[in-house]
């Protein structure tokens, strides 16, 4: 694979405190690529080096095969992108806006850019108004629309679905999808919120305390053939012999008060609650976690306390 962003050991510090530590990472062209982590975990801090927007302490970032350090000008000619929240000249229309950047990044048949990109991201009929009207969510799209106009190879969204609507978060999904399928776009995403990754991206990377403590493929980290599975019964010492009887006791984890913990896969489960049934043990609930989904939502709940794990 010729990765078309490539992080080799990159740290930065401030003082003592590490923002990123030790950054090891390769995003393939053509693929939607999850940066997912608590807020405060090093994602802005880390697109921010790939953008060049901040020198890493040590370390070597690469992009499209090329040094970002001796390139810069040639790589970011080639990037969109949304970090943080989009700035404009708000006395400005969002069409002035959008013309004013186009002519600073030398964009190519400007105008017909600019239609292309008001109807990508649904701001077609309200482009000529001041953007000190846009809600925050119609300068978000304002953003991604500038982020696109120059026909960027790669683009960086850092947590781009911030103030929208439900709708507007399906119609950004849906345009992130169709610049991977239909325009062959690479799209780094950032976020905090692992269905939003799982939903779209390709690949993914966890980053913990300014670390890379997961990284892989999507179907691969979020799959169901490994759950811990919580079957809340009314008698777990019967249950558990029932399971062992039928040679389903590989599956036990452990028995706790009213329940049982379980490591299966999705398929399992109805036979598990089918074999239950006809032992007349009832079953009160059942709660299903991926591995990988239990881990995120400890570090997100308490990154204070949570130990980093090794996902091979």
Same mark, same amino acid.
């Given at each position: 694979? $010729?990765?078309i962003v490539?992080?080799?050991?990159?740290?930065k510090?401030?003082g003592?405190?590490?923002?990123v530590?030790?950054? $090891?990472l390769?995003?393939?062209?053509?693929?939607?690529?999850?940066?997912?982590?608590?807020?405060?975990?090093?994602?802005?801090?880390?697109?921010?080096?790939?953008l060049?927007?901040?020198?890493?302490t040590?370390?070597s970032?690469?992009?499209?095969g090329?040094?970002?350090h001796?390139?810069?000008?040639?790589?970011?000619?080639?990037?969109?992108c949304?970090?943080?929240k989009?700035?404009?000249?708000?006395?400005l229309?969002?069409?002035?806006?959008?013309?004013?950047?186009?002519?600073?990044?030398?964009?190519r048949?400007? $105008?017909?850019?600019?239609e292309?990109?008001?109807?990508?991201?649904?701001?077609?009929g309200?482009?000529?108004?001041?953007?000190?009207?846009?809600?925050?969510?119609?300068k978000?799209?304002?953003?991604? %629309?500038?982020?696109?106009?120059?026909?960027?190879?790669?683009?960086?969204?850092?947590?781009?679905?911030?103030?929208?609507?439900?709708?507007?978060?399906?119609?950004?999904r849906?345009? @992130?999808?169709?610049?991977? $399928?239909?325009?062959?776009?690479?799209?780094?995403?950032?976020?905090h919120?692992?269905?939003?990754?799982?939903? !779209?991206?390709?690949?993914?990377?966890? !980053?913990?305390?300014?670390?890379?403590?997961?990284?892989?493929?999507?179907?691969?980290?979020?799959?169901h053939?490994?759950l811990?599975v919580?079957?809340?019964?009314?008698?777990p010492?019967?249950a558990?012999? %029932? /399971?062992?009887?039928?040679r /389903?006791g590989?599956l036990?984890l452990?028995?706790?008060?009213?329940?049982?913990?379980?490591r299966? %896969?999705?398929?399992? @489960?109805?036979?598990?609650?089918?074999?239950?049934?006809d032992?007349?043990?009832? !079953?009160?609930?059942?709660?299903?976690?991926r591995?990988l989904?239990?881990?995120?939502?400890?570090?997100?709940?308490?990154?204070?306390?949570?130990? !980093?794990?090794?996902?091979k």
């Amino acid at each position: 694979m $010729n990765p078309i962003v490539q992080l080799q050991g990159v740290s930065k510090k401030y003082g003592d405190f590490a923002a990123v530590d030790g950054m $090891n990472l390769q995003v393939a062209k053509g693929e939607v690529f999850g940066f997912l982590g608590p807020n405060g975990a090093g994602k802005s801090t880390t697109l921010r080096m790939i953008l060049s927007l901040i020198k890493p302490t040590t370390g070597s970032i690469s992009l499209f095969g090329l040094d970002l350090h001796q390139h810069r000008n040639a790589i970011l000619g080639r990037i969109g992108c949304i970090v943080e929240k989009p700035d404009f000249y708000l006395y400005l229309s969002g069409l002035d806006n959008l013309r004013l950047f186009g002519r600073m990044s030398h964009t190519r048949q400007l $105008n017909e850019r600019i239609e292309t990109v008001l109807h990508l991201v649904g701001l077609k009929g309200r482009e000529k108004d001041r953007v000190k009207t846009y809600s925050h969510g119609m300068k978000q799209r304002l953003g991604l %629309a500038q982020a696109l106009l120059h026909e960027p190879e790669l683009i960086i969204l850092d947590e781009p679905s911030t103030g929208l609507d439900p709708q507007g978060i399906i119609e950004l999904r849906n345009l @992130i999808l169709h610049l991977k $399928n239909d325009l062959g776009k690479t799209v780094i995403l950032s976020s905090h919120i692992l269905s939003e990754i799982e939903m !779209i991206a390709d690949s993914m990377v966890i !980053i913990h305390r300014g670390k890379a403590v997961v990284q892989g493929k999507v179907s691969e980290l979020l799959s169901h053939e490994d759950l811990q599975v919580d079957v809340q019964v009314d008698d777990p010492a019967a249950a558990e012999t %029932a /399971l062992h009887e039928s040679r /389903l006791g590989h599956l036990i984890l452990e028995r706790i008060p009213g329940a049982l913990k379980l490591r299966c %896969a999705k398929s399992d @489960i109805p036979q598990v609650a089918r074999l239950l049934t006809d032992k007349g043990i009832a !079953i009160f609930g059942l709660q299903a976690t991926r591995s990988l989904e239990d881990y995120f939502l400890r570090i997100t709940a308490s990154p204070e306390k949570a130990d !980093i794990l090794a996902f091979k």
